[in-house]
Each structure stands twice: as C-alpha cells, then as structure tokens.
C-alpha cells in the first residue's frame, strides 16, 4: 500500500497569512494527489486534483504543485472559512489512501 | 445539483449486520464509479470501498475484505454497503461518494454521512 505523509499536522496562522502544508508519497505516484478540505461535522470537500489543479468553485488563493512524491499545497491569503482540517489522497492506485490529515488552527 | 444522502447506520453488536444505503441525485448515477470512505471518531479518512458504473468490478481495503459488499441498483440510483461480522474499529461515520468521471480515485461529490457504532 502507498503511505501518505502530512506536515505539519497541525499549524496555527491569522487570517490574511500564506500557509504551505506538505505531503509525502511512500512511492512515485506521478500526479495521480488529491486534496480535500474538511470542517468539523461536515463531509470532505474536493479542492484539488491532478496535483495542481483547482475543482471548479475553489476559490484561486488555494494552489497545488508536486509530482512524483513529494506535493505542496498553498493558500496565498487565508480566510476565515479555510480553517479547517485538510487531507491528501493518492489516487494512483488501491487502495486509495490519505495523508492523517493537517488541523489549520486560528493563531 | 448532485446530491448523496447516506442512511442505514445505528447501533449494533460486535460480530452484527448492517446495510448502508446512498439515494443519489442530480447526475446520472449509472455512468459514474462510487465509493464509499470512513471516518472513526476523532481520526482521518479511510477509504472503504468502490464500485465501477455497471458493477464490473468492486476493490476493498484489507479490513473489510471479506466482510463488508459494495452493490449498486442503477435503477433506483442507489448505492449499498452490506456490513457483516463488524468489530469495534468499524465504528466511524460511513460516507458515499462519487468517482470523478473516468478517475475513478478521485472523490469529487460526498454525502453527509451516517454514524455506524459497534458496541455491546
């Protein structure tokens, strides 16, 4: 099975702060990553795919970059709504796994 | 709008039965993979089971392989996860979800969610 590594699992940040999360393949997943953001109570909301490409709706402060293992993603100016929990997901190959997540905290 | 609306969770005994249900909307169901993805109390996403469009092929994580079927009815636009022999670590929040057109490992559409516990 392919491990998915987050960092940091949980960061803390004020609105209108650029904050990078990082996450780490066990093994080449070529760009087959996957983001996803998630508030508490709520389902899982898909933000990026293909590594860098934004779901349409996603508003453009959020961007993604990486391939092979190692992948980035970004927000240029947080907001109040980005705080939550986000997770990447390698969609390579089953089974499809996620990084543990990483909690954005409100400084 | 594409709509999941997950039912069928509750209580139930270790070593029990349960059958998930996901009513889907505002898109052709028959057209797309599903999924379905967990979520223990407190911890991150699992991913559980999918489903190709016509049923052709079904994939299971190893800790349900065995125990939990994943079906489909097309006609009722209804997406199932029959769940025998449950343990406690098969407590979590089941959600559906709806492959990304031909990527069938990205989840582009998830529902709300039902609560399955497992405890005597």
């Known amino acids: 099975d392919i491990q998915m590594t987050q960092s940091p699992s949980s960061l803390s940040a004020s609105v209108g702060d650029r904050v990078t999360i990082t996450c780490r393949a066990s093994q080449s997943i070529s760009s087959y990553l996957n983001w996803y953001q998630q508030t508490p109570g709520k389902a899982p909301k898909f933000l990026i795919y293909a590594a860098s490409s934004l779901q349409s709706g996603v508003p453009s402060r959020f961007s993604g970059s990486g391939s092979g293992t190692d992948f980035t993603l970004t927000i240029s100016s947080l907001q109040p709504e980005d705080f939550a929990t986000y997770y990447c997901?390698?969609?390579?190959?089953?089974?499809?796994?996620f990084g543990q997540g990483t909690r954005l905290e409100i400084k | 709008q594409v709509q999941l609306v997950e039912s069928g969770g509750g209580v139930v005994q270790p070593g029990g039965s349960l059958r998930l249900s996901c009513a889907a909307s505002g898109f052709t169901f028959s057209s797309y993979g599903m999924h379905w993805v967990r979520q223990a109390p407190g911890k991150g996403l699992e991913w559980v089971t999918f489903?190709?469009?016509?049923?052709?092929?079904?994939y299971y994580a190893d800790s349900v392989k065995g125990r939990f079927t994943i079906s489909r009815d097309n006609s009722k636009n209804t997406l199932y996860l029959q769940m025998n022999s449950l343990r406690a670590d098969d407590t979590a929040v089941y959600y559906c979800a709806k492959a990304s057109g031909p990527h069938e490992g990205r989840f582009d559409y998830w529902g709300q969610g039902t609560l399955v516990t497992v405890s005597s």
């Open positions: 489903i190709r469009y016509d049923g052709s092929n079904k």
């Open positions: 997901q390698q969609s390579y190959s089953t089974p499809y796994t």
